[in-house]
């Protein structure tokens, strides 16, 4: 059983930055692909980001692409995920999950239960 917990979340400016850390714990994090996932009030869960569990590849909605970036350090059991450039639409929560499935490109594709592991987040909340 691994727990993942995230943390790094606040309130920020529109424009402003964030660096989002996941701590992974009782298992071995390098035997999963891990993403991010957010989900903005009253709306359902959606793909951000992902890793694949070596750091080789990694996979981003086209939403966020150049202003998030996602890394790993498997020796830390951590995944990070660099927010750039907030929009007041970036609000909401992120989580971190953890598949033992390797999506590759259609990680765009995958849902809630599709993961193996879930955080129970942390709140971003861009201000206009």
């Known amino acids: 059983q691994v727990q993942l917990v995230e943390s790094g979340g606040g309130l920020v400016q529109a424009g402003g930055s964030l660096r989002l850390s996941c701590a992974a714990s009782?298992?071995?994090?390098?035997?999963?692909?891990t993403g991010w996932f957010h989900q903005a009030p009253g709306k359902e869960r959606e793909f951000v980001a992902a890793i694949s569990r070596n750091g080789g590849r990694t996979y981003y909605a086209d939403s966020v692409k150049g202003r998030f970036t996602i890394s790993r350090d498997n020796t830390k059991s951590t995944v990070v995920l660099q927010i750039n450039s907030l929009k007041f639409e970036d609000t909401g929560v992120y989580y971190c999950a953890a598949s033992a499935f390797s999506y590759g490109s259609k990680w765009p594709e995958a849902r809630e239960n599709d993961m193996h592991y879930w955080g129970k987040g942390t709140l971003v909340t861009v201000s206009s």
């Open positions: 009782g298992g071995t994090l390098s035997s999963y692909d």
